[in-house]
């Protein structure tokens, strides 16, 4: 029986068992969908090469990120104590109302964590942060916008609450299913800044081709982002206490609960096919007999293709970076405002979520790598910080799969995006679960029967 937390290979007598589906690595996206799978009934052998929980959105105390970002340097005393510290790989919010919130009640799981509200919602404006208005009557206080301007952008707010889309009557004459976003901006007779805003801080989208799609996604992602300020009020961000690294763990316990078997510390040495279709997985001489295999990029090199390059600085901070001086913020620099093609995105996390030692920040500014010189590119991210006490760069390739998998029965997730937030992850935990199954998650539905001994 598996027990989350040991960094050790568990117990192999169940390795030459018989799986529905054997899963590759333990970063968020594979433990959701194993954790899934498993309260569908399936028998899930999941294994990871490394001997902890979380892949790449692992969460390090400062001892092994120091090993990991910059190798045989000494930790700053200043800095505080190691075990103070759970700093995030792949650093990303959780929005109050969206699909992740949405995954952690249908399964319950929601139980094993403890969360606490992000306090601020930036966007930069001018080469300053501004507050992200979401309401027609936060519109109306916004700094961003001269006074006509509010009222326009106001109206175009009242109507996104308003719409719903099987009532005819909230529409104001618009298809949103033909009209594009930027006709329904021009509509409203919105300017570029306020355009960029929406767009960027608050539908969240990583470039400006959305523009030329119909509305209807993007009004419903305006939505999403009031609905999920509405909750809490200070932003429509919510964040584990002691980090990330808490929730793939999370849904390994949900796995386990339903009779998953977890192995860590365990060598991929070859996926074995018969007649090009994935059949087992052969580890230190044993091979694990499934239905399927499912995995991140990093287990399957011939068979992904490079999607770009995420470029991250990590850094800690004595001080907060916003006049307001929250513990927490999100900042985004839409790509118009820098003269990119994507947004660089700032997210702020501190010893208030208990990820830093007391009275220390860490800030994470990241980007889609555009040029040859990446750590530049993160330039009007880092103004935006002050003084820095310790800085570091990582720059990694992203990956996605070439086929969906249902031919091979190998499917595969993608790497993990810029964004300072989760919806991108779920988009392709959703997409992946589809790809497995056939069939669409329900959250409308009751959940499984629980296993007896968990009633």
């Given amino acids: 029986e598996a027990q989350l937390g040991l960094h050790q290979s568990l117990s192999l007598p169940h390795m030459e068992d018989e799986y529905d589906v054997v899963i590759l690595g333990t970063g968020l996206t594979e433990c959701i969908i194993s954790g899934l799978l498993s309260t569908d009934g399936l028998k899930v052998l999941h294994m990871d090469r490394n001997g902890y929980y979380g892949g790449e959105s692992a969460s390090l105390n400062l001892n092994q990120f120091y090993e990991r970002m910059a190798p045989g340097k000494p930790v700053p005393p200043e800095l505080g104590s190691s075990r103070d510290y759970n700093i995030d790989l792949v650093p990303k919010f959780i929005l109050a109302s969206g699909v992740l919130v949405k995954m952690l009640l249908y399964t319950d799981v929601v139980k094993y964590l403890e969360f606490k509200v992000v306090e601020g919602s930036y966007v930069v404006q001018g080469g300053k942060p501004q507050k992200v208005p979401s309401t027609d009557s936060e519109a109306l206080k916004s700094s961003l916008m001269g006074f006509f301007e509010k009222r326009r952008c106001g109206s175009f707010l009242k109507f996104v609450q308003n719409y719903e889309e099987d009532k005819p009557a909230t529409h104001n004459g618009k298809d949103l299913r033909r009209v594009t976003c930027a006709e329904l901006f021009e509509s409203h007779g919105l300017e570029a800044n306020t355009v960029d805003f929406i767009g960027h801080a608050m539908a969240l989208y990583l470039d400006d081709t959305y523009l030329r799609q119909p509305a209807l996604e993007m009004v419903q992602r305006v939505k999403l982002y009031a609905e999920s300020l509405m909750r809490y009020g200070k932003s429509p961000y919510i ?217």
């Avoid at 993160?378 to 969906?404: H, N, Q, R, S, W």
Wanted: proline residues 5%; negative net charge.
């Fill in 239 to 455: 964040y584990p206490l002691y980090g990330l690294g808490e929730l793939p763990q999370a849904f390994a316990r949900l796995s386990a609960v339903y009779g998953g078997t977890y192995m860590l510390n365990k060598p991929i040495e070859e996926i074995v096919y018969e007649n090009g279709v994935a059949v087992g997985v052969k580890s230190e001489g044993e091979v694990a007999k499934c239905k399927m295999v499912v995995g991140d990029p990093s287990y399957f090199p011939d068979k992904v293709k490079k999607g770009g390059r995420v470029v991250r600085a990590i850094c800690i901070l004595s001080h907060p970076v916003t006049e307001s001086k929250e513990h927490s913020v999100q900042i985004i620099v839409p790509q118009k405002q820098v003269n990119r093609k994507h947004d660089i995105y700032v997210s702020l996390f501190s010893f208030s979520h208990n990820v830093a030692a007391q009275g220390k920040h860490i800030a994470f500014v990241s980007t889609t790598v555009e040029t040859d010189q990446p750590e530049k590119e993160l330039e009007a991210g880092l103004a935006l910080l002050g003084a820095i006490d310790a800085k570091f760069y990582d720059t990694y390739d992203t990956y996605e799969p070439t086929a969906d998998g249902t031919a091979d029965k190998t499917f595969i997730s993608r790497s993990y995006d810029a964004t300072s937030h989760f919806e991108t992850t779920c988009h392709d935990v959703l997409d992946l679960y589809k790809r497995i199954t056939g069939k669409d998650i329900n959250f409308n539905i009751d959940r499984v029967q629980k296993p007896a001994e968990d009633q």
